[in-house]
């Protein structure tokens, strides 16, 4: 799609509102971009991408690469992100690493050895010299959690990164690492989820846990990997018609499916940013507009709940092997 706003157009839109962090100092805007996911895209694209998020508010990203890193994402986000170095303090930059990401290990993947060499290699790569955020992603049943909450806590004496958060762990876990690093003195911004209308597998537990450790939540593949998208396609007879209800609901509010979502998952003031990806300005700036509109009445949370019911309350004693959803993973377009 092509872009048909001028830069000087999209200055004067509404810029992103932002949200505190948990009970840490971090704020961040209620949208994160992510730039470490989907098909290989040239600098120059992104650049404007992100030009185009910072003018409106966006100052939140996320580079975190898939395992294979094929494309040279983090190369790719470091030239995105190079034009703006005298203003680093302006941004949030976050990644994790861990199971399925960057770099690639089917064994270790939370050990010190790995959190270590591969954060060294993200920033060497990218040219950054910190993260203002980094989330150990997945816990690893091989390693102990104390070594993985350890060698998160260097990391922040060590200044290569600001913040730590988990991602994708179960309410046990996060129980359990958040007393460690409150033992080390570390500080914790966030827990990563997968959170949208088709999976609220996070309520009630994961999300009142983190509100009881006063995390911040980060709300990952809000559009359901696409499946909430119209570009996605290919979709059955069931999930077409839950998508014409949902657009009945949107359309009452003056949005898109799309926009409903991403309302949706931000009507929490718990959750402090949904981590959104496209490849498309034109299709950030119409993603930005759902910020404006968080608030849902009564009538509407019960439409909604009745096309998408929450899931009945599960145990804070997981089983160590269910201990979170995925959390990356992408549409056709590219919006997750």
Not at 49 to 66: E, K, M, N, W, Y
Not at 68 to 79: P, S, T, Y
Request: charged share 20%; net charge positive.
């Amino acid at each position: 799609m092509e872009v048909h706003m001028t830069q000087a157009e999209v200055a004067h839109l509404d810029r992103v509102p932002p949200r505190r962090s948990g009970r840490s100092g971090l704020h961040l805007p209620v949208l994160t971009l992510g730039l470490g996911r989907g098909p290989h895209r040239p600098a120059p694209n992104l650049k404007t991408l992100v030009r185009t998020a910072a003018t409106i508010g966006i100052t939140s990203f996320d580079i975190t690469s898939p395992s294979h890193d094929r494309d040279g994402i983090f190369e790719a986000a470091g030239q995105a992100l190079y034009p703006w170095r005298r203003r680093r303090a302006e941004l949030t930059v976050s990644a994790r690493i861990g199971q399925g990401t960057y770099p690639r290990a089917l064994h270790g993947y939370g050990s010190r050895q790995q959190i270590l060499s591969g954060l060294d290699s993200l920033l060497q790569r990218s040219s950054l010299t910190y993260l203002d955020v980094l989330y150990a992603h997945r816990i690893d049943p091989a390693t102990p959690l104390e070594e993985t909450v350890g060698a998160l806590a260097d990391i922040v004496r060590q200044g290569k990164a600001h913040y730590v958060g988990l991602s994708a762990v179960s309410p046990h876990t996060l129980l359990q690492a958040a007393t460690l690093l409150t033992e080390y003195d570390t500080p914790a911004a966030a827990c990563q989820i997968s959170y949208s209308l088709l999976d609220r597998y996070a309520e009630p537990d994961l999300i009142q846990t983190c509100r009881a450790q006063q995390w911040g939540i980060i709300a990952c593949a809000p559009l359901a990997h696409g499946a909430l998208s119209p570009q996605g396609g290919g979709f059955s007879a069931e999930r077409q018609a839950l998508l014409r209800a949902l657009d009945y609901i949107a359309v009452t509010r003056n949005q898109s499916v799309e926009q409903l979502a991403l309302s949706w998952t931000l009507r929490d003031r718990h959750i402090t940013s949904s981590l959104v990806t496209t490849s498309d300005p034109e299709h950030l700036i119409q993603l930005h507009k759902a910020t404006q509109k968080t608030h849902f009445t009564a009538t509407e949370r019960a439409a909604i709940d009745a096309c998408c019911p929450p899931p009945a309350a599960w145990s804070l004693n997981l089983d160590p092997s269910r201990s979170g959803r995925a959390v990356d993973g992408e549409s056709r377009r590219g919006a997750r």
